[in-house]
Structure formats: C-alpha cells, structure tokens
C-alpha cells in the first residue's frame, strides 16, 4: 500500500501543473487559433506549426541525453528544474501577446518553442526523482496516479478556459457570455489569456514541488557526465544481442512518433479543414480525453488477458484506419462524394475519430509501458526505459516534419496526415520479431 506523503503528492503535483502546455496550448486551444487566426492561412500554419515542433524534436533528440545524464550524476536537479520552469512559464505567458494576424509570428512560434523544450526537458529531471520519493515497489502506481493526475488537470483547466475565458467566432463562451474581466474579443483576449492561464497555474502548483521534495546529494567528478554517457553508448551497443527487446524499441520510435503527431494536429486540422471554433475543439478535447483516461483503465485489463502485443497491434490498426478516415474527410466531401455544406455528417465523423483517437491512444501508451517491462532483463530495468525514453526523442522530431513539408509540398492539410499513416506502418514491422513474454 503507498503511503501518500507530502513529497509523493508534491512530485505528483508536477504533472498537474504541467499537462496544461500539452493540453490547451500545443492541441486544443493556441495551436488552432495560431495558424488560424495569428497566421491567418490554415495551410501555412500547420507547416509552420510542424516546422517548429520538429526543431524542438531535434533539440530534445540532442539534449536529452546529455541532461538526461547530468540528471542522473550532478546532484543539482531542482536547480535546472528552476531554468526549466523559467522557460516553461516563458513560452505560455508569451502567447498573450499572439494577436490575431500578428506580423511577427515566428518570434511567437521561437518563445511557444522554448516553453515546449522547457516542458520536455523537465519531465527528464522529475522522472529520474521518482525512485528516491518511493520503494521500487510503489514506483509503478505513482508514476500512473500521477500520470491521471495530470490528465484531470489538464481537462480541468480546459473546461474552465471554455466555460469563462476562450471565446467562439461569434465573441462568447461555452456559457454564453462575453469572456470575463471584460476581454476584449475583437482582439481575442479571451483565447489568447490561456498563456497567461497556463503560466499562472504552473507556477501556483509547483510550490509544494520545491519545497517539499529534497535534493539528492551525489558524490561528482569532473568526469562523472562523460562516464554517464558512456554507460549509455554501452548499453545501445548491447542491443543487438536482444533482438526482442531492439525490435520493439524500433518499433515504438516510429509509432510513439506517430501518436504525437495525431495529439499535435487534431486541433489545428478541426480548425482548417472542418472550420470549427475554439470552443468546439475545446469540447472535443474533453469528450477525447474522457475516452482515453476511461480506455486507458480498460486497456490495463485487455493487457492481463489478451498480453500487450495484441493490444498494441490492435491500437495501431484503429489508429491507421481513423487517419485514413481523417484524411478523406472535409466539409465538402466524404472520400469524393459531394456533402451539402450545412452538413453535420463531416463534423460527427471526426467526433467519432477523436474518441478513437483518445480510446486507442490511451490504451496504446499503457499497454506500450507493459510491453518494455516485459522485454526488459528485470535487473536492469532503469537502463531499459532510459533507452525507451532515448528512441522516443530520438526521432521525436520525424511526424511533425513530414506533416509540415508534406502540407507545404500539397498545399493540403488533409493529404499533410498522410505521413502520420506511413509511420503507424512502420511501426507494425518490427514487432514481428517481438517475443510476447
């Protein structure tokens, strides 16, 4: 039984102070209003959009390594906590001033960027905490419960952003009124206070983290990071000589990426393609992320008695066949056959996507967890995620560049999700040589 003190409650709190930056900012909330309103052209927001999320792909493909290392042997993690938290808070508080048709809007993509790399970078130093705040017995339930934790904040905060502050193309809120404090919705203010939101609700909820979880003083060398990082060149080294275990990290790089850019660009598509507001996306984010915090407790139970591998094969199937379903859908036609533009058919079709998306998502990630455990020799387990979490970074940048050259290249958004397909496909061929146990 977990004993919930104040430094696991604290560490977990981390998670629902920083899920809002995934939820409001990169999916449901700025990043359709950016390349829809601050841009002004759908397709070349989406480009720029994938642009910029792949430089910061590769930023953590390079750094994350290196500082993942740093994390592990200087003893000073709350202090680049601290830096992180600074460019965290930075980058949201900055969308404030994303005015719709903003001239400088790649100087408001570079300070987005740098609050997404300060979000990434700190889940490297908090995840590297967990084993001192618990027994390795208890690490799994923790690191889960604040994992849900930190879905719950992110939905919490949508919906009082859609209820009070982030306004429709008409100028009112989910509720009906005009944004509070008298916003101005000629300029947006309402939508563009969800920077500022987010900044304000990271740092009030990260108190309890600083002062309650200690530091953890290590011994240091001058050499101690170059070592690090040669324990970890020895273990890739080693993978070859587990086909199993190299199989399955090479197929998760592909479909783990792929997930990121269905999550990245589900909003941005709603808002080009089927031209829904603000608020309507909003809404179905919650709707999708009910769907995958409920799929996610059943995908732990699909786990138990179908194993893993089916699951995961399963997931990947539903996800490739939502995409395509996506790709082929618009407000004026459903794969070339002509729809009247008042119709709702194209709009429940992607409802319907999004629960898919957020049902199998949910159940792919668990059941992604439950798989490397299986895989992994359980005496070197912490070196086993250290290279799980290195392959997801290391193509991290991958979707989001195809999906931003491929939009450019076609000057469509839908044949831009294409790439996305591509890399599911990818990622089912390796698990062929997956052992399930």
């Known amino acids: 039984m977990v004993k919930y003190d104040k430094k696991i409650w604290s560490w977990m709190l981390y998670d ?4 809002p930056y995934s939820t409001l900012l990169i999916t449901f909330i700025f990043a359709p209003y950016f390349t829809s309103v ?22 953590l493909a390079v750094l994350g390594p290196v500082l993942g290392a740093i994390s592990d042997t200087s003893g000073l993690r709350k202090i680049w906590m601290a830096f992180f938290s600074f460019l965290y808070v930075l980058g949201a508080y900055s969308m404030w001033w994303a005015f719709p048709g903003a001239e400088s809007f790649t100087f408001i993509l570079v300070l987005f960027g740098i609050g997404m790399l300060g979000m990434e970078l700190s889940q490297i130093f908090v995840n590297s905490m967990l084993p001192e705040i618990c027994s390795e017995n208890d690490i799994g339930r923790v690191s889960g419960n604040g994992w849900s934790l930190g879905y719950v904040g992110g ?54 983290f600083f002062l309650f979880i200690p530091e953890n003083k290590v011994k240091t060398s001058k050499n101690v990071t170059f070592s690090a990082l040669r324990s970890l060149w020895k273990s890739i080294k080693k993978l070859p000589s587990n086909i199993s275990l190299s199989s399955y990290l090479a197929s998760s790089m592909f479909y783990r990426d792929a997930l990121v850019g269905i999550y990245s660009f589900g909003g941005i598509y709603a808002s080009g393609v089927l031209g829904w507001s603000i608020t309507q996306i909003g809404i179905f984010g919650i709707v999708s ?43 004026n036609d459903f794969f070339g056959i002509s729809l009247n533009e008042l119709s709702s058919f194209p709009d429940n079709i992607f409802l319907i996507c999004g629960v898919a998306i957020g049902a199998a998502g949910g159940a792919l990630q668990s059941a992604s967890r439950t798989m490397l ?53 990818i990622g089912l061929g390796p698990l062929i040589w997956v052992k399930p146990n």
């Open 38 to 59: 601050v841009v002004g052209d759908p397709i070349l927001g989406q480009s720029l959009w994938g642009m910029m999320t792949a430089v910061v792909g590769l930023s």
């Open 289 to 331: 992320g009910i769907a995958a915090a409920i799929f996610t407790f059943l995908g732990g139970f699909a786990d138990k008695f179908f194993g893993p591998k089916r699951v995961i094969i399963f997931c990947i199937s539903v996800l490739i066949l939502v995409c395509i379903l996506i790709v082929g859908t618009s407000r």
């Open 155 to 208: 939905l919490l905060l949508l919906f009082i952003t859609l209820l009070f502050f982030a306004e429709n193309n008409a100028g009112y809120t989910l509720l009906g009124n005009p944004p509070v404090f008298g916003l101005d919705v000629s300029v947006r203010e309402g939508t563009r206070a969800v920077g500022p939101l987010t900044a304000i609700w990271y740092v009030l909820f990260m108190i309890p």
């Open 373 to 425: 455990v299986l895989q992994a020799d359980k005496d070197r387990m912490t070196e086993a995620f250290g290279l799980y979490a290195l392959s997801g970074r290391a193509t991290s940048w991958m979707a989001p560049a195809l999906i931003g050259y491929v939009t450019y290249m076609s000057q469509n958004q839908q044949l831009g999700i294409l790439p996305v397909v591509g890399l599911f496909i």
């Open 16 to 19: 629902w102070a920083a899920q």
